[in-house]
């Protein structure tokens, strides 16, 4: 359910607390504020007695290209999905995709190689449990990517991401500086992925390390290798680089991005496994273009 409410600006104060938005949109919301209405969720159905402010979380979206709501999942439905993720793992749960499959930096060689039965992710989420399927669709999530991508109508890619990423200790692999949008063929790159945290994130796990406001670039095509990562030998590469931050989460955080957003991920230095819930979103009227890897399967609408 969406509300429209005036609020004052002390209660918008504690309504922003703990929230990653940056000064510019905090700024820019007060102004807002000064002159109509706001919007707001409520995010009760995931056990999170909070506000999300819908208009600050598109102000920072639209600036950054990404924003965290911190403890979106409570803390039970986290580990629900979680204790799902390590079942299928343990079990081997086909589909599945391998580190040794991508052939990233750290991952094993070959398939004879120590550690090539090391998962990567857990592939059809949706599909595997009902349980991922419904967080996948709550309304909360359908709440914000409407404000997101500007569009009532909604659909869920069953082509990508749909799964849940792991990095195992050991064998995981890095991933370079890409953009999602490389994979992808739809009329519009205007895609949204939702990546909830299932077990904390940070630097030594390799958690995601993003370039703010890159999903505004155009960059020429020489500054991508023959698989369309940054090339790092570039100075004009270094120099954005510079500009990168990491992305630390705890459990039940949720990371908002778009598909043309800058990011990277580093290899997993701990004794414990890594797991992410991911999914993308689009408009229903952002097509697949016929006969790519992105209409393979239908949108599951939401």
Not at 211 to 227: E, K, Q, V, W, Y
Request: net charge neutral; hydrophobic share 40%; proline share 4%.
């Amino acid at each position: 359910m969406i509300e429209s409410r005036r609020l004052k600006r002390n209660h918008v104060t504690q309504m922003w607390h703990g929230y990653a938005f940056g000064a510019n949109a905090l700024k820019a919301h007060y102004q807002l504020m000064d002159c109509c209405e706001i919007s707001y969720t409520n995010c009760r159905y995931l056990g999170v007695a909070q506000l999300v402010d819908l208009v600050a979380l598109k102000t920072t979206f639209d600036e950054q290209g990404y924003v965290v709501v911190p403890s979106f999942a409570d803390v039970s439905r986290t580990r629900a999905l979680r204790l799902i993720a390590e079942e299928h793992l343990a079990t081997e749960l086909a589909p599945m995709e391998y580190e040794v499959d991508v052939q990233y930096p750290g991952a094993p060689a070959d398939p004879e190689a120590l550690g090539a039965n090391t998962a990567r992710r857990l592939l059809q989420a949706c599909s595997r449990h009902s349980g991922f399927r419904d967080w996948a669709t709550a309304d909360a999530v359908q709440q914000i990517l409407a404000r997101l991508l500007g569009s009532e109508a909604l659909e869920l890619s069953q082509c990508h991401h749909n799964c849940v990423m792991t990095k195992q200790p050991g064998f995981s692999s890095a991933t370079l500086w890409h953009q999602d949008n490389r994979y992808w063929s739809f009329d519009e790159q205007n895609l949204v992925s939702l990546w909830l945290a299932l077990t904390d994130e940070h630097r030594n796990n390799g958690c995601l390390r993003v370039i703010p406001g890159s999903h505004r670039l155009t960059l020429d095509p020489g500054r991508f290798d023959a698989a369309l990562f940054l090339r790092p030998d570039l100075p004009e590469n270094k120099q954005l680089l510079k500009q990168a931050v990491r992305v630390s989460l705890q459990a039940g955080d949720a990371l908002f991005f778009h598909s043309k957003l800058f990011h990277a991920a580093g290899r997993n230095q701990t004794d414990a496994t890594k797991l992410s819930l991911v999914f993308t979103y689009h408009a229903a009227a952002n097509r697949p273009i016929d006969a790519t890897r992105s209409a393979r399967f239908p949108g599951i609408a939401l």
